[in-house]
């Protein structure tokens, strides 16, 4: 490899005196001093949450407003950190609106303490009911009000749109005579 | 109008002015430290404190605001928390000099300002009567010998806390003192020389100094900063080593020295020590002001008599002497706070040097400097004054 001697120039006397590069420094600070700020002042102005962004965990109904989430427990499995815990249960009979939905949880509670948000929960969830939304700030006084619960869960998550409408396919192929 | 002032036996007089000053210094170090952290938050691109308010303020529709975005309120929980956070005495320090250390460093920061004229006014005969707490004739020698006093704090200290970095800090700055008071002192005698012409009373006093830039012409008006810019500058290089600013701030440097000579410090006695370093700033701008700036004259070739003068001529009250007074001492505290301002301007723009470059520009090439600035201003002012 070729040895390129790059030749050091001697400073000049005013390079010696510092004087030049102080004044220069100088002006640099003062430009600076009355330019515009740009710091975000965080609890007023937000900042842009950038898409595929990974917040708190949440639960979503779908647009009939119903609970999209069937408590197959496979986001309770998948969870490494153990922060979900679910309880299944069966859909009541007197609920005519979520007549063919399979199964719903009970209780589904994320110990947000536990939550590393690192999103398998979302990625495995058969059903599309689990996401990682925007907010990125949990607080809390107390351990207990640090673990979000259903309600909780559907509060936060609210209604996302829905490309597969699954339980009315299955309530138009029911009413069609074919049960599968 | 004021005759009962007058009547009032003199120590009261004294200590009534002597408060009065003491009154503006503390506010203007404690308003310093708050305008060091706005300043230090502008230059990087923050807006930097200004979320404490006191909610009856806030009440204020305009003014509240301004006042909270400026961060006035930080200064006073700032002082609030220093005096009333426990103010811990460590077990391995020497107790009688580690308590001594601040009130040493406090006592000469305050004692300087007795030297230092800020403003004046003229009586009925048309006679500059400087206004100060003690006019005597030897102002600069006294701010010096007093000034300098301000090291022991840092030996004091350094020493009493018996640890290894205080004890290294106080030796840095007691070494960094020394070595830029020579070049201070040989800057400084050529603007006396020049006052003190043949046939004059002789004097170290500010006031005369900045009568001799108040005189009419081109060469009278003329500030020393123009007519002597070496040692304005030697002076001002040495001030900023002197009150251990950045970029001379190796005393402090907390890279390298935690928290120098007041690391075991908290509370009030590390307040103390901060508040006398805002007061040697602002005590030290005055006096660079008063030499080099023009003094209370508010622009070079334009004296506080011609100011007087011209406002008079719309202003019905401009002569009383009140008004002068006051405006003397406006127009010098706006000098100071611009040096102070800009003293922080280069806190924020420069590094610090290394504690070897710091004697290396001390001693071998600030004091030649001035050693032949000296000379060359002696036998200049011998040839015109002869």
Same mark, same amino acid.
């Given at each position: 490899?070729?040895?390129?001697?790059?030749?050091?120039?001697?400073?000049?006397?005013?390079?010696?005196?510092?004087?030049?590069?102080i004044?220069g420094?100088?002006?640099?600070?003062?430009?600076?001093?009355?330019?515009?700020?740009?710091?975000l002042?965080y609890?007023?102005?937000?900042?842009?949450?950038?898409?595929?962004?990974?917040?708190?965990?949440?639960?979503v109904?779908?647009?009939?407003?119903?609970?999209?989430?069937?408590?197959?427990?496979?986001?309770?499995?998948?969870?490494?950190?153990?922060?979900?815990?679910?309880t299944?249960?069966?859909i009541p009979?007197?609920q005519a609106?979520?007549?063919h939905?399979?199964k719903?949880p009970q209780?589904?509670?994320?110990?947000?303490?536990?939550?590393?948000y690192?999103?398998?929960?979302?990625?495995?969830?058969?059903?599309?009911?689990i996401?990682?939304q925007?907010?990125?700030?949990?607080?809390?006084?107390?351990?207990?009000?640090?673990?979000?619960?259903k309600?909780r869960?559907y509060?936060?998550?609210?209604t996302?749109?829905?490309?597969?409408?699954k339980?009315?396919k299955?309530?138009?192929a029911?009413?069609?005579?074919?049960?599968? | 109008?004021?005759?009962f002032?007058?009547?009032?036996?003199?120590?009261?007089?004294?200590?009534?002015?002597g408060?009065?000053?003491i009154?503006?210094?503390?506010?203007?170090?404690?308003?310093?430290?708050?305008?060091? +952290?706005?300043? #230090?938050?502008w $230059?990087q691109d923050?807006?930097?404190?200004?979320r !404490? %308010?006191? /909610?009856w303020?806030?009440w204020?529709p305009?003014?509240?605001?301004?006042?909270?975005r400026?961060?006035v309120?930080?200064?006073?929980?700032?002082?609030?928390k220093?005096?009333?956070?426990?103010?811990?005495l460590?077990?391995h320090?020497?107790?009688?000099?580690?308590?001594?250390a601040p009130?040493?460093?406090?006592?000469?920061?305050?004692?300087?300002?007795?030297?230092?004229?800020?403003?004046?006014?003229?009586?009925t005969?048309?006679?500059?009567?400087p206004?100060?707490?003690?006019?005597?004739d030897?102002?600069?020698?006294?701010?010096?010998?007093?000034?300098s006093?301000?090291?022991?704090?840092?030996?004091?200290?350094g020493w009493a806390?018996?640890?290894?970095?205080?004890f290294?800090?106080?030796? +840095?700055?007691? #070494?960094?003192l $020394?070595?830029?008071?020579l070049?201070?002192?040989? !800057? %400084?005698? /050529?603007?006396?020389?020049?006052v003190?012409?043949?046939?004059?009373?002789?004097?170290?006093g500010?006031?005369?100094?900045?009568?001799?830039q108040?005189?009419?012409?081109?060469?009278?008006?003329?500030?020393?900063?123009?007519?002597?810019?070496?040692?304005?500058?030697?002076?001002?290089?040495?001030l900023?080593?002197?009150?251990?600013?950045?970029?001379?701030?190796?005393?402090e440097s907390e890279?390298?020295?935690?928290?120098?000579?007041?690391?075991?410090?908290?509370?009030?006695?590390?307040?103390?020590?901060?508040?006398?370093?805002?007061?040697?700033?602002?005590?030290?701008?005055?006096?660079?002001?008063?030499?080099f700036g023009?003094?209370?004259?508010p622009?070079?070739?334009?004296?506080?008599?011609?100011a007087?003068?011209?406002?008079?001529?719309?202003?019905p009250f401009?002569?009383?002497?009140?008004?002068?007074?006051?405006l003397?001492?406006?127009?010098?505290?706006?000098?100071?706070?611009a040096?102070?301002?800009?003293?922080?301007w280069?806190?924020?723009?420069?590094p610090?040097f290394?504690y070897?470059q710091v004697?290396?520009?001390?001693?071998?090439k600030?004091?030649?400097?001035?050693?032949?600035?000296?000379?060359f201003?002696?036998?200049?002012i011998?040839?015109?004054q002869?």
């Amino acid at each position: 490899m070729a040895v390129i001697t790059v030749e050091r120039k001697p400073l000049t006397f005013l390079e010696r005196t510092y004087l030049p590069q102080i004044a220069g420094g100088l002006k640099t600070t003062f430009k600076h001093l009355i330019a515009p700020k740009k710091t975000l002042e965080y609890p007023e102005q937000r900042p842009a949450i950038p898409v595929g962004y990974r917040g708190v965990p949440t639960l979503v109904k779908d647009p009939n407003g119903r609970e999209k989430c069937v408590s197959c427990q496979l986001c309770e499995f998948v969870c490494p950190p153990k922060a979900i815990r679910i309880t299944p249960g069966e859909i009541p009979a007197d609920q005519a609106d979520r007549a063919h939905v399979e199964k719903g949880p009970q209780a589904f509670d994320i110990d947000m303490l536990r939550c590393i948000y690192c999103g398998l929960c979302q990625e495995v969830c058969p059903e599309e009911a689990i996401f990682l939304q925007n907010q990125f700030s949990m607080s809390g006084y107390t351990r207990a009000e640090m673990v979000n619960h259903k309600d909780r869960l559907y509060e936060l998550g609210g209604t996302l749109p829905d490309a597969h409408h699954k339980w009315d396919k299955k309530k138009a192929a029911e009413e069609h005579g074919n049960t599968h | 109008m004021f005759d009962f002032y007058f009547e009032i036996p003199l120590v009261i007089r004294l200590i009534l002015q002597g408060l009065a000053v003491i009154m503006v210094i503390f506010p203007i170090a404690g308003a310093c430290s708050m305008a060091e +952290r706005k300043i #230090a938050a502008w $230059i990087q691109d923050r807006p930097g404190p200004n979320r !404490a %308010v006191v /909610p009856w303020v806030a009440w204020i529709p305009f003014i509240g605001k301004f006042l909270q975005r400026l961060g006035v309120f930080h200064v006073m929980a700032d002082g609030g928390k220093m005096l009333f956070k426990e103010d811990s005495l460590p077990g391995h320090v020497n107790k009688f000099y580690f308590v001594l250390a601040p009130i040493v460093a406090m006592i000469p920061a305050l004692t300087t300002v007795v030297a230092v004229p800020f403003g004046a006014y003229f009586d009925t005969a048309g006679k500059l009567i400087p206004l100060g707490l003690a006019p005597f004739d030897i102002g600069m020698l006294a701010v010096f010998a007093v000034s300098s006093l301000g090291v022991y704090s840092a030996i004091l200290a350094g020493w009493a806390s018996n640890s290894k970095y205080p004890f290294l800090g106080s030796v +840095r700055a007691s #070494a960094q003192l $020394i070595s830029y008071e020579l070049s201070m002192t040989l !800057a %400084v005698l /050529p603007v006396f020389l020049w006052v003190n012409a043949p046939g004059t009373e002789g004097t170290m006093g500010f006031a005369r100094v900045v009568e001799f830039q108040s005189q009419p012409g081109f060469l009278g008006g003329m500030w020393f900063g123009f007519l002597m810019p070496i040692s304005a500058f030697i002076f001002l290089v040495a001030l900023f080593a002197e009150t251990n600013r950045q970029p001379f701030d190796t005393v402090e440097s907390e890279s390298d020295l935690v928290g120098s000579f007041h690391t075991e410090y908290g509370a009030f006695k590390w307040g103390l020590f901060f508040v006398a370093e805002y007061s040697h700033m602002i005590v030290g701008s005055g006096v660079f002001m008063l030499l080099f700036g023009g003094g209370w004259n508010p622009l070079p070739w334009v004296s506080l008599a011609t100011a007087v003068e011209f406002l008079g001529t719309f202003l019905p009250f401009a002569h009383a002497p009140l008004f002068v007074g006051i405006l003397s001492i406006a127009i010098f505290m706006g000098k100071v706070l611009a040096m102070i301002f800009f003293f922080m301007w280069v806190r924020w723009t420069l590094p610090r040097f290394r504690y070897d470059q710091v004697m290396k520009i001390g001693w071998q090439k600030l004091l030649p400097l001035s050693i032949a600035n000296l000379l060359f201003y002696a036998i200049a002012i011998a040839l015109i004054q002869k």
